[in-house]
């Protein structure tokens, strides 16, 4: 662990408190300077003016402070005269504060840290404290928002103090279970074990310019582990996925209160009488088969994430798939559709891998399904890849298991699932994110078992008959719907590449109207049919098929 650093009022270097300590130029409303855009400490005071709606903070468990549980000694002075110390300095009694507020006009449960108390390190006090603003949060079903900045685990309280990382975590692991939003703000520095507790298990984590965010600081890079490389920044966790963005402190409440609105728990309502979703007339007018192959390849055709952008409206979007890697084939986030909170998945086809998804792509995606589930949101998905990516990185990674726990995860999703393949829906990569209770296909879309160029490739040894292949895969729309695979064809007049605006009104209006249907449907039924519908099957034979279609009707009789 980190050893926490010690506190420097400001000015000690012979600046002003509102001066810069770096530069000497003056510091905004926020505490960012004005000249170099150094962001300046702030204490728990000030964090929770900047953040809660006047007037609203109320703080919890003020008064309790730590005992010296392992009777630490550093033989210049005791852990009692430094905690007295501390207290004197900040008018605090430990690391942190906690309380209820309104952030936003919404109601939240905020746990601030203030780095100016033995380095906002955690012991006994601090991890009793998070846990019980967890609890509240978990008990009256509140947005937690914790705002961390803190060196480690407090040496002070030795291994008193390492398991306080145990009991946070677990607290906000209940959280997750009963679907109550926990939002981590990760500032300058936050490191060691309140790094890797709870501070890690935002369902979003947002991090401010700069902010030093690693497990161990400087001196244990340098001296214990005989590392010099410095710790990590925000913008390298950004980098490699583990966090979802990073925010400029003047908009970082507007933001908190936005995601907490969207995400807070909603009240439990009465089970609806289950809808089934009304037929809808096939679009178009059946162009050429390889001509809709150019259309849907068509560079100029807005992909998943434009399509998103014109679609939803007060989209944040999420990254990474906290495993070291961020797939920008992906773009996963929450937002309106109709004033109606939902989480989005959509593909990127213009992604510097050619929008082939990779595995940790599938990650992200999956970890956004476990936000729509979590918090009862529906989950759309805009399908366009020319397939999962395949080389031997990929391969390595695990691409199939991706593609494979992507199909099982969504196929049991706990929530209203509706797809849509606006562009090229590319074999189990886009299939991948194609399951669900609605299967939406732009008229100029295809979807196909793969691709008719690798295809051909396969059939004739050579590209030459590709366009003859499409033909014969009945990849269009039109084709798809007559299968019954597909289960609205949303019309293009014109193509969507002239009129990306006119395609996002259409695309929102089809779901708007299937959200409508689904949201009635209890959640039991939804699973029943959706398991119904991908035992619908095609082209058998003898006692197999009436044994299948007999199999088939019967789930559906039962769901309905």
């Not at 000690?12 to 505490?31: E, H, I, V, W, Y």
């Not at 997750?176 to 939002?183: D, K, N, Q, W």
């Not at 890079?221 to 010099?228: L, M, S, V």
């Not at 597909?486 to 259409?506: F, I, K, L, N, W």
Request: glycine residues 10%.
């Amino acid at each position: 662990m980190s050893t926490p650093g010690t506190s420097v009022p400001e000015g000690s270097s012979g600046r002003t408190a509102d001066a810069c300590a770096k530069c000497g130029a003056p510091l905004n409303q926020f505490r960012v300077c004005t000249g170099c855009g150094h962001y300046a400490s702030l204490t728990a005071a000030q964090r929770i003016d900047q953040l809660a709606d006047r007037g609203s903070f109320q703080e919890h468990d003020r008064h309790i402070w730590a005992g010296n549980p392992i009777h630490f000694s550093s033989g210049v002075t005791t852990y009692e005269k430094q905690l007295a110390q501390a207290q004197a300095a900040t008018g605090l009694l430990d690391a942190v504060v906690t309380g209820n507020a309104h952030v936003m006009g919404v109601r939240v449960v905020l746990v601030v840290f203030d780095f100016r108390f033995l380095g906002g390190s955690m012991g006994s006090v601090v991890g009793e404290k998070v846990a019980r603003a967890f609890g509240s949060g978990r008990r009256e079903r509140l947005p937690v928002i914790a705002i961390c900045s803190s060196g480690g685990a407090r040496i002070q309280e030795g291994m008193v103090a390492l398991f306080q990382m145990a009991k946070t975590t677990l607290c906000a692991a209940r959280l997750r279970e009963e679907g109550v939003p926990l939002l981590t703000v990760l500032t300058d520095p936050t490191m060691g074990g309140v790094l890797a507790s709870f501070a890690s298990m935002g369902d979003v984590i947002l991090a401010e310019p700069n902010a030093r965010i690693s497990f161990v600081g400087p001196r244990v890079h340098e001296k214990a582990i005989g590392d010099p490389v410095p710790p990590g920044t925000a913008e390298f966790a950004l980098l490699h996925g583990t966090i979802d963005a990073i925010v400029e402190r003047e908009h970082l409440r507007a933001i908190l209160g936005h995601l907490a609105a969207m995400l807070r728990p909603k009240e439990p309502t009465r089970a609806k009488v289950p809808a089934v979703p009304k037929p809808f007339p096939l679009a178009g007018s059946g162009r050429p088969v390889w001509e809709t192959v150019e259309l849907a390849r068509h560079p100029a055709r807005p992909t998943g994430s434009d399509l998103a952008n014109r679609v939803f409206h007060d989209v944040f979007e999420l990254h990474g798939d906290r495993s070291g890697e961020d797939d920008d084939s992906i773009m996963a986030g929450i937002g309106t559709l109709a004033g109606r909170a939902v989480v989005i998945v959509a593909q990127n086809r213009n992604s510097a891998n050619g929008g082939r998804t990779r595995a940790s792509g599938y990650r992200m995606a999956m970890r956004a399904f476990a936000l729509a589930e979590r918090f009862s949101l529906p989950l759309i998905t805009l399908v366009d890849t020319p397939g999962a990516a395949t080389d031997a990185e990929a391969e390595g990674a695990g691409i199939t298991g991706a593609v494979a726990e992507s199909l099982a995860r969504l196929g049991r999703l706990r929530t209203v699932v509706v797809n849509v393949v606006v562009g090229e829906g590319g074999s189990g990569g886009a299939l991948a994110l194609s399951v669900g209770d609605r299967l939406l296909m732009l008229e100029n879309a295809i979807f196909s078992v793969i691709g008719p160029e690798a295809a051909s490739t396969i059939l004739y040894r050579d590209s030459a008959h590709a366009q003859e292949v499409a033909r014969q895969l009945k990849l269009t729309a039109r084709d798809l719907f007559g299968l019954r695979l597909v289960d609205r064809v949303v019309a293009e007049q014109p193509v969507a590449h002239e009129s990306p605006e006119m395609m996002g009104t259409m695309v929102r209006q089809a779901l708007v109207e299937e959200l409508a249907v689904l949201e009635q449907v209890p959640i039991k039924t939804l699973l029943s049919r959706r398991e119904a519908k991908f035992r619908h099957t095609h082209g058998l034979r003898g006692r197999l098929q009436l044994f299948m279609r007999s199999s088939s009707d019967a789930n559906a009789a039962q769901a309905q």
